[in-house]
């Protein structure tokens, strides 16, 4: 690592001074060379802006339904017009606005998924590593349980319960990630607190509460952060599933997969209403697995093959 | 060893149990009163509404009642399918070859493509073959695969009538059930033409639902691969003066496959997560296909038994897998 980065050093002014590299500036020296890293942070930019400013960006409303374009094949294909660039659903709506918007919706959805099994995934860890003994075993025992469901059966279950929609999607697809959290988080924790510097910190009289959260934690980040970026792309595929299957969001809201869910009528008269909601899907799960496998090369070398 | 194995299957018991407590569970979450969900009406008879709660032992305490829940799993009763009123085991079990036909035929797909690409990518690192199996199997490991559904079908279905767009059979044929994998009892019933038939159905969602185990295990071989290659013993069989195919295919992808194996037997839950996801897009008769219109038309204990019956099934792969481990590899079965 130091010799790979020497040249880096020599050649970037603000580490010239002899100044310690800040560990963010450190992985980034070390994601920069990484193509597909930055390819996916491009496009992941791109998302972003598109979520952000979608108001601007989109040339129509995304429910707003043109009674007399119904159908309408994208701008490439002869019959369309540069009005739809992406044609129109079957009830006229633009689906390139629609793509847009589901954009935002589909950042929403990682961000609070990953959010909430980020927290009890922390939480759990936390109390296992720290207590050992009972609620150790309880709480492992229980994430066994949940891990031992396909985590889309698992999701599906929940959804049957909570009932169809957006929010009770998200909160049953963050259910099924904490247990993967909870056993990183309970991992790191462990191997920390055989380390010297939590012993000193216990000795010099630190509570279990600033022991946990302001000694140990910041030091279990790493493969935490890798996780969230993986799963963040996992949580859009599973919610556009969810969507697909008729149980996530629903109809009108523009979310990639509920676009799809009727999709097969319409395969033969307008396969662009298909093939271009799924596209989006892809590019940007993809392009935030690109990213998570750059960070998890910069952030722990040892795992790199 | 024996010790390893008893250790191994008491540590699944607490689990097995959770599930079935889960199973339990979810009939008591569900919204709506349970007799008018069997029912199917409302405002039933108050009178007959308990008498009906006594009938399905919802009176009792929740403790002799998930005792006895468990005492049914354990002699195979699941409950009764309140859509067709049969048995919810026996539904599974009709409906479960054809999910496992599927399953079988897109894992072996996923080996047979993903086991070499991921070798020739590890001896041939860094050339452009190498790049373009690890850009193609993120790609893959990226892909919703339902949308990848459609999108074979609007290809080789509808723009080339290459295959068909859904289904097991073609409806020219009729064929007896008797072990309940198309290709075998199409094999059995001697129409010609049937076999055929049978195999281009299975072709797309074989493919579909191969894909994340594809992507997976060509990565998994390709890493475990390099590491294999990188050790001494395979240095010492090159300075011997052993063919670089000989070493690659009897010294190093020999060891390289325990790690490919494992990962094999853990696909099994993507699977049952993906066949939910295939069988809808291709209206393949399977228990995936099942579940998902059980909670649309609210049959609540056919979910229950379904979600538990997968559980329990993809708990037991998991365990032969560990055991194999332990079987294969003395360090892990001597482990504390």
């Not at chain 2, 199973?23 to 308990?50: K, Q, S, T, W």
Request: charged residues 15%; glycine residues 10%.
């Amino acid at each position: 690592m130091a010799e790979e980065l020497a040249p880096k050093l020599a050649t970037d002014p603000g580490l010239a001074a002899g100044a310690p590299i800040s560990p963010w500036r450190e992985v980034w020296l070390a994601m920069r060379d990484n193509r597909g890293a930055m390819a996916g942070l491009v496009i992941i930019a791109l998302v972003v802006f598109c979520a952000v400013f979608a108001d601007f960006v989109a040339p129509h409303s995304p429910v707003e339904q043109f009674r007399d374009h119904f159908l309408t094949p994208p701008v490439w294909q002869a019959g369309g017009s540069w009005r739809f660039p992406f044609g129109t659903d079957d009830v006229g709506r633009c689906i390139l606005s629609r793509i847009i918007y589901g954009a935002r919706l589909s950042l929403i959805i990682g961000t609070i998924v990953v959010t909430l099994s980020l927290a009890l995934g922390i939480g759990f860890g936390l109390i296992s590593g720290f207590f050992r003994g009972l609620p150790d075993i309880a709480i492992m025992r229980f994430m066994d349980i949940v891990l031992a469901m396909p985590s889309l059966l698992l999701a599906i279950v929940i959804v049957a319960i909570l009932g169809p929609g957006l929010v009770n999607a998200m909160i049953a697809i963050a259910i099924t990630y904490v247990p993967h959290y909870a056993r990183l988080a309970r991992a790191s924790v462990l191997t920390e607190l055989s380390k010297d510097y939590v012993t000193a910190s216990r000795v010099s009289g630190a509570g279990t509460l600033r022991l946990m959260f302001v000694t140990v934690l910041p030091n279990c980040v790493a493969p935490l952060i890798v996780q969230a970026t993986l799963s963040f792309s996992t949580a859009i595929l599973d919610a556009a599933a969810l969507g697909f299957l008729g149980l996530g969001a629903q109809a009108p809201t523009p979310e990639w997969g509920t676009m799809l869910a009727d999709a097969l009528k319409f395969l033969e008269s307008a396969p662009w209403v298909v093939t271009l909601p799924g596209l989006a899907i892809l590019v940007t799960v993809l392009a935030f697995n690109l990213m998570g496998d750059g960070l998890r090369d910069a952030l722990d070398p040892k795992l790199k093959h | 060893m024996l010790r390893f194995l008893l250790t191994r299957v008491s540590l699944v018991i607490p689990t097995f149990l959770g599930i079935v407590f889960l199973a339990f569970l979810l009939i008591h979450l569900v919204p709506g009163d349970p007799v008018e969900v069997r029912m199917g009406e409302r405002g039933v008879d108050p009178v007959r509404h308990a008498q009906l709660l006594h009938e399905m032992g919802l009176d009792r305490p929740y403790y002799e009642q998930f005792a006895s829940y468990v005492g049914g799993v354990l002699h195979g009763n699941l409950g009764i399918s309140l859509i067709t009123h049969r048995p919810v085991l026996s539904e599974f079990l009709d409906l479960f070859p054809a999910t496992l036909e599927l399953a079988i035929f897109a894992v072996l797909l996923a080996i047979v493509v993903g086991l070499p690409a991921g070798m020739l990518a590890a001896v041939k690192r860094g050339s452009p073959f190498d790049h373009l199996v690890m850009g193609a199997s993120l790609t893959g490991y990226s892909m919703p695969i339902f949308w990848w559904g459609l999108l074979l079908i609007l290809t080789f279905s509808v723009n080339l009538h290459w295959t068909p767009v859904s289904g097991r059979l073609s409806l020219d044929y009729f064929v007896d059930t008797v072990t309940g994998f198309m290709t075998i009892d199409t094999l059995l019933s001697d129409q010609d033409g049937s076999f055929v038939s049978a195999l281009s159905h299975l072709i797309l969602p074989s493919i579909v639902l191969g894909t994340i185990p594809l992507a997976v295990i060509a990565r998994m071989t390709r890493s475990s691969m390099l590491e294999v290659l990188s050790e001494d013993y395979i240095r010492t069989a090159r300075a011997k003066g052993l063919s670089g195919w000989r070493i690659i295919g009897l010294h190093a992808l020999r060891n390289a496959l325990i790690p490919v194996v494992t990962v094999i037997g853990l696909q099994v839950g993507t699977l049952m997560g993906g066949a939910i996801l295939t069988e809808t897009t291709f209206s393949w008769p399977g228990v995936g296909k099942w579940l998902v219109e059980s909670i649309g038309r609210r049959d609540y204990p056919a979910l229950q038994g379904g979600v538990l019956l997968i559980a329990c099934l993809v708990m037991a792969v998991n365990l032969s897998v560990d055991l194999l481990y332990g079987l294969l590899n003395p360090r892990i079965r001597h482990q504390r």
